[in-house]
């Protein structure tokens, strides 16, 4: 894909520090649910610029930002990587947030996921944004994103892509997301949390 990045990239090709990010980490329950402590999402340890770098890299070999208008993400932990992206690819992006500002136009959906549920608002659409790609940190059941494409489409927009970093490939979630969306997510590693520890089961990486 011939897209231009705006950011410098300083390449460190002797690490995946992607697939470091998310094998063999310690899995924790919260909410019942098992959840796999990482650098990405919690930052323990600290988040590497190397990582976001790498992020960002193998993002632009595997999703066409030039097909795309603007970038939505989830304000939680999938907010930082639209920023990202958004400098990366001269987008301009929107978050949906689980509390209401209250300004004209915002739209909103109910949501549930397997941590929480309620509802989904979103502002920051306007005429000329028709075609979006959705970008998140990970995939666990599908829920958040399946409500996304929900909010999205009942505004007029269609969602070109799904793009997540990684999966939890035990719940089952991109397939879901696929089987109600029509649309299969694309992610870099997937990874089983159904253990003590997680283990990456499969990491696609396009040089």
């Known amino acids: 894909m011939n897209q231009k990045s705006i950011i410098s990239s300083k390449k460190d090709t002797a690490r995946d520090y992607i697939f470091e990010t998310f094998n063999e980490k310690p899995i924790k329950l919260v909410s019942g649910k098992k959840y796999c402590v990482n650098s990405l999402t919690d930052h323990a340890p600290i988040t590497r610029p190397e ?5 960002a890299e193998e993002t632009s070999r595997i999703v066409n930002f030039d097909d795309i208008d603007f970038i939505v993400g989830e304000e939680d932990r999938g907010g930082y990587l639209c920023a990202i992206l958004s400098m990366q690819f001269n987008k301009p ?16 959906v109910d949501f549930k996921n397997a941590y929480t549920d309620g509802k989904l608002y979103l502002n920051g659409l306007s005429t000329n944004l028709k075609r979006a790609i959705i970008v998140d940190d990970i995939i666990d059941t599908g829920g958040t994103i399946i409500a996304m494409v929900k909010l999205l489409r009942s505004a007029g927009v269609e969602v070109v892509d799904i793009f997540s970093v990684a999966e939890k490939s035990d719940y089952k979630g991109r397939e879901r997301i696929a089987r109600e969306t029509g649309i299969m997510p694309k992610v870099l590693v997937s990874f089983l949390s159904n253990g003590n520890r997680s283990k990456v089961t499969s990491r696609i990486k396009q040089n």
């Open 51 to 55: 990582l976001l770098r790498q992020i």
């Open 93 to 108: 992006f929107t978050l949906t947030k689980w509390n209401p500002a209250g300004f004209e136009g915002e739209i909103h």
